[in-house]
Each structure stands twice: as C-alpha cells, then as structure tokens.
C-alpha cells in the first residue's frame, strides 16, 4: 500500500557530510509522522531523528548538533542532513513513515535501508 524509495547512502569520510531522502507513495491520505532509525551491526535498531504529526522534531543525543531532518510534505519527503560524520554512526540506516491510508486504515512502514560507512 505505502512503498518508501531511501537515497543517498555511501561511503563518506569521518568529518564529512551526507544527505539521506526518503519518498513515500501510495495511497496515502495523512502522514502523521516520519523519521529515520539505524542499525549498527550487532545493534538493536535505534532511533536518528523523526518529525512527530505536531511538527515537532526529536533528535537522539548522539547527533543532537551535527544531523538535521527536514520533510517535504507536500511530496511526502522526508531527508536527513548528515554533517560532521563519525564513524560511530556507521549503520543501515531505515526511514519510518506512519500515517493513514485514503481507505483510513493506519498505516505504519519500513524502507529497505541505506548504508552509510564512515571510515577514513
């Protein structure tokens, strides 16, 4: 019903940036909330960041000042600026959308993920 299409992964430096996006489609009536989650290996899946149905933004402390997620709404877009990378956040990184169907029935999914690798 809900498919979301992840961007923007790769290798990058520790000190460097970079941009994640994610896009949603379907049959989409109300998005309520949309973020990104991690998982590094061996870990559980944790979450970055997300943007409540109020607007509102919450960061994890971890990247409190260096990641900032900002969202698209009327393309159902959701991205995540990544700045000054450590490699600690070496992960999969997964965009979560929850939100209502045009049938009203909630909806709550999971991109495939994106691999981000901070290594010098």
């Known amino acids: 019903q809900v498919q979301l299409v992840e961007s923007g992964g790769g290798l990058v430096q520790p000190g460097g940036s970079l941009k994640l996006s994610c896009a949603a489609s379907?049959?989409?009536?109300?998005?309520?909330?949309m973020g990104w989650y991690r998982q590094a290996p061996g870990k559980q899946r944790e979450l970055v960041a997300f943007?409540?149905?109020?607007?509102?933004?919450e960061y994890a402390d971890s990247v409190k000042g260096r990641f900032t997620i900002s969202r698209d709404s009327a393309k159902n877009t959701v991205l995540l600026q990544m700045n000054s990378v450590q490699p600690e956040d070496t992960a999969i990184y997964f965009c979560?959308?929850?939100?209502?169907?045009?049938?009203?029935?909630?909806?709550?999914?999971w991109g495939e993920g994106t691999q981000v690798n901070v290594t010098s």
């Open positions: 379907g049959r989409i009536s109300v998005v309520d909330a």
């Open positions: 979560n959308v929850k939100g209502q169907l045009t049938t009203r029935s909630l909806f709550a999914s």
């Open positions: 943007f409540a149905s109020d607007e509102s933004a």
